[in-house]
């Protein structure tokens, strides 16, 4: 019953900044984690960022510095704040969610960095 809708990907030029947010609808009564993965194109789909419930991020090591994750639990959003990107930021940005044991993804929303 539980969708997640992104939004915020699109076309940015090496040096811009991109908001990802992602919205779950339906009832979510706990999150154990949200958080974002990203699959570039030939490759496999890897981890970004993460946030649990105690507010611990962690941050893949080619983002460190440059993205931070947040989520605002009243409306059970998760957004991921990329600044200073890069071409190697291309590629489609899933929204995870795990809540109550159970895995939620998003459809994908696709940033691209290029001059």
């Known amino acids: 019953q539980v969708q997640l809708v992104e939004s915020g990907g699109g076309l940015v030029q090496p040096g811009g900044s991109l908001r990802l947010s992602c919205a779950a609808s339906?009832?979510?009564?706990?999150?154990?984690?949200m958080g974002w993965y990203r699959q570039a194109p030939g490759k496999e789909r890897q981890l970004v960022a993460n946030?649990?419930?105690?507010?611990?991020?962690t941050y893949a090591d080619s983002v460190k510095g440059r993205f931070t994750i947040s989520r605002d639990n009243s409306e059970n959003t998760v957004y991921l704040q990329m600044n200073s990107l890069k071409p190697e930021d291309t590629g489609v940005y899933y929204c995870?969610?795990?809540?109550?044991?159970?895995?939620?993804w998003g459809q994908g929303t696709q940033v691209t960095v290029s001059s």
């Open positions: 995870n969610i795990v809540s109550n044991g159970w895995t939620y």
């Open positions: 339906g009832s979510i009564l706990h999150t154990d984690r």
């Open positions: 946030i649990i419930n105690g507010g611990s991020t």
